[in-house]
DNA sequence: GTCTATATTTCGATAGAC
DNA sequence: GTCTATCGAAATATAGAC
C-alpha cells in the first residue's frame, strides 16, 4: 500500500465534491456552511480549504464533475433511443423520479447552479458552455433519429435541442412543485409538436 | 395630515417588499442579511421585525405582492393579443429585455423563489397555486383566440398553458446564460408548434 | 494531507428609548 | 411605529500540531 496518499487525497476529493452536490441541492449554497459540507464528507474544515481553498471554490470543481456527468450520461441515453417518443420519455422519467438514489436532486442542483452563474460571470460562462453541449448532443441525436427514418425536422440540430431542453426544463420545474398539472403524456406530446411532428391524439 | 400614521407604515411595508425583492433577485435569500434589505428600504431592522417578525416573514409577504402582480399583468397582456405569434413575442421580450427598471431581474426572482419553494413545503404550495393560475390565464387567452379565429389547439387550455409557460422558463434560463442561442423567431416558431400550428419557414 | 482549536466577522433577533 | 444598541449564535478562514 504505497500509494495511500494519492488515494487518501483524492477520495477527500470526490467525498467532498459529493457532499456539496447533495447539500447544494438541498439547501442551497449560501443555505450551509463550509463545514456542514465538510461533516458530511467526514472530513474537517481544513480539508476543505486545503484542497478547494474555500466554498466558492469547491462548487467551481463541482460545476466541472457536473457538466462531464450530465453530458456524459446524456450522450449514453441518446445513443439507445428508439424512437423521439420513447426518448423523451425516458429523460422526462429521469428528470421526475422522485427518490432512488439521488432523484429530483438533479433538478435542485441544476437550478442552483443556474441561478449562481446567472449572477457569477465565471460561473455563467462555464455553464453556458454546458447548456451548449446539452444542446448540441439532444440536437443531434434527433437529428440522427431523423434522418434514419426519413423524418423531415423544421429546425437545425442546435435550435431543436434548445427548444426541447426548455420546454423539459421549465416543464419539469412546475412537475416539482405540482405533478398532476403535469402528466408524462403531455410531455411527450408537446415535445413532438416542438420537433414538428402531429403526434396527437392516437385514440384507439 | 391626520393619516401619517397609516401612510408611514403602508409606505414602510412597500418599502421593505420593494427592497427584497431587488435583493432577493441580485444576491439570493440567503445572500442578503435582513440588515442590508432595511438599510436599502431606508429603514432599520426593527422596523423589519415590526412588520414581518423576520426575513422569512418578508419573503411570504413578498410572494403575496409577486403573485397577484404577476398574474395581473399577464392578464393585461393577455386581453390585447391580436393573435398567438405577436403575443409570444410580447411575452418573451418583457422577460428578456435586460435593464430598463427591472428586467431580468424578474427571471431571477422568479427562479429564487422557485427553488425557495421547492426546499419550503409552505411555500411551494403558494407557488403552485400562483403556477396554476398562470397556466390556466395563459391557456384561456389562447383558447380565446383560437376560438375566434377558428383553429382547432390539439390540448386543454390548462395543458396548452402549461407546455407554453414551460418552454417560456426553460428558454429565458438558456437566453440568460447566452442571448445568441435562443433568438425570438426561434421561441415564436417553436411555441407555435407547441400550438399544433405549423408556423415554420415562411420564406418569401 | 488532515485535524484541532481559535480568531474574526457577520448574522438574526431582541430590549428599551423615543 | 421606528430607531439605537446589543446579545448570542453561527459563519468564514487561519494557525499550528500531528
Redesign the pocket.
Known amino acids: 500500500m504505497a500509494r495511500t496518499?494519492a488515494e487518501?487525497?483524492s477520495?477527500?476529493r470526490a467525498r467532498l465534491i459529493d457532499a456539496a452536490a447533495d447539500l447544494f441541492a438541498r439547501k442551497g449554497f449560501h443555505g450551509?456552511?463550509?463545514?456542514?459540507v465538510?461533516d458530511a464528507a467526514?472530513?474537517?474544515?481544513?480539508?476543505l480549504?486545503?484542497?478547494f481553498?474555500?466554498?466558492?471554490g469547491l462548487l467551481l470543481a463541482l460545476l466541472e464533475v457536473w457538466k462531464e456527468r450530465t453530458v456524459g450520461q446524456l450522450a449514453g441515453a441518446l445513443s439507445r433511443a428508439p424512437d423521439p417518443g420513447t426518448h423523451f420519455a425516458a429523460m422526462w422519467q429521469s428528470i421526475t423520479r422522485p427518490a432512488e438514489d439521488r432523484g429530483d436532486a438533479w433538478l435542485l442542483l441544476e437550478v442552483e447552479l443556474w441561478l449562481y452563474g446567472a449572477r457569477d460571470p465565471l460561473v455563467g460562462a462555464r455553464l453556458a458552455e454546458r447548456y451548449a453541449e446539452i444542446r448540441a448532443e439532444l440536437g443531434e441525436g434527433l437529428a440522427d433519429w431523423a434522418a434514419a427514418t426519413g423524418t423531415v425536422l423544421p429546425r437545425s440540430p442546435e435550435e431543436t435541442g434548445g427548444l426541447v431542453l426548455g420546454a423539459l426544463l421549465g416543464c419539469a420545474m412546475q412537475y416539482r412543485l405540482e405533478p398532476r398539472a403535469m402528466p408524462q403524456q403531455l410531455i411527450i406530446d408537446g415535445l413532438s409538436g416542438l420537433l414538428g411532428l402531429s403526434t396527437r391524439g392516437a385514440e384507439p
Open positions: 496518499q487518501r487525497k477520495e477527500t450551509v456552511s463550509a463545514e456542514a465538510a467526514d472530513r474537517t474544515t481544513g480539508a480549504y486545503s484542497h481553498g474555500g466554498k466558492e
